[in-house]
């Protein structure tokens, strides 16, 4: 069963590190990504852009920005395979993430398509 991990932090955070600091936090998601491929677990995974970067169609208009002012914007997203939502669970509990993040784990509905 395929499962999305969302990785939700604080933006600001980020972007207040130091490219060092940056790059560890990288390295610390290259690590869990050869985890999960040497698994047979990784489906796919991204980072995404600075939340200012986005564009909200709705409607048919066009809004600038995140959907919603929030402190935490979605920082980027992994697609795994897992026998079931604890063992999704125990991979969200091993991807890196700051003591003020959340990882939301939701299981991505199979329709036969």
Not at 13 to 23: I, N, P, R, V, Y
Not at 77 to 98: Q, T
Request: charged share 25%.
């Amino acid at each position: 069963m395929k499962f999305m991990l969302i990785l939700h932090d604080d933006e600001a955070a980020w972007l207040s590190l130091s490219e060092a600091e940056q790059g560890a936090v990288v390295g610390e998601h290259m690590a869990y990504v050869d985890a999960l491929v040497k698994a047979g677990a990784l489906v796919s995974g991204e980072p995404l852009a600075e939340a200012a970067s986005a564009k909200i169609l709705r409607g048919g208009a066009v809004q600038d920005g995140p959907y919603a002012d929030t402190k935490e914007q979605i920082g980027g997203f992994y697609v795994i395979e897992a026998d079931g939502m604890d063992a999704a669970l125990e991979w969200a509990r091993r991807c890196p993430n700051s003591p003020q993040g959340a990882i939301e784990v939701r299981p991505v509905p199979d329709y036969g398509g």
